[in-house]
């Protein structure tokens, strides 16, 4: 045995023993290593669990192509945009303020058509916009009505301003009085007669 060589507390080491150890390590036969262990069934479910998951994102990217080939369809939206459009241009061209802007909307309008067409044809959205505004769902009726009032009050405005403007249009309203009640079955001048006996009874 060597002499001379000791641990860190003094305690000297027995090299022969050790060596001897060693070889007999060495020597042993190969079967006395232990087999590895064989998966169990749900070892083996977990192992396929990871394969599956990476299978869905191509499920739903195929999913997600079927859905957008779908949103075409082949109904014509041409007529609807129309009158779309024609409501846009009568707005703005019923307001003295915008009517210079509703040009733009008169020279371009085919284009437009032709363009709001192809989109409603081809997106799910933009059809949805073009059947709610053509359906009167869009305020498109709002619209118009607003259009109407402002032309009134402008027709009032400039009725009040010219005299001879509320001469005219008061005796025109008597005629057009006296056609209706005709149609009617109402003569206008017993009516006439009527009122007058009626003032004379007061006086």
Do not use: C
């Amino acid at each position: 045995m060597a002499e001379g060589l000791q641990t860190t507390d003094g305690k000297k080491l027995d090299l022969e023993a050790a060596e001897q150890s060693f070889a007999q390590a060495m020597s042993s036969p190969a079967d006395d290593v232990p087999a590895p262990k064989r998966a169990t069934p749900e070892q083996k479910e977990q192992a396929k669990a990871p394969r599956a998951s990476r299978s869905r994102p191509k499920a739903a990217t195929d999913k997600a192509r079927t859905t957008a080939k779908s949103e075409k369809v082949d109904k014509d939206f041409s007529e609807d945009i129309t009158g779309i459009t024609t409501g846009l241009w009568l707005t703005t061209a019923s307001i003295p303020y915008t009517q210079a802007y509703a040009a733009i909307v008169k020279l371009n309008q085919p284009a437009l058509i032709a363009s709001l067409n192809q989109g409603a044809q081809n997106n799910s959205q933009i059809r949805g916009y073009v059947e709610k505004l053509s359906s009167g769902g869009g305020g498109l009726w709002m619209m118009s009505l607003g259009v109407t009032s402002v032309n009134m009050a402008m027709q009032a405005m400039q009725i009040a301003r010219d005299p001879e403007l509320r001469k005219q249009l008061t005796e025109q309203t008597k005629a057009d009085l006296q056609s209706y009640l005709s149609a009617a079955g109402i003569n206008p001048i017993e009516t006439e007669h009527a009122d007058d006996s009626k003032d004379n009874q007061t006086s």
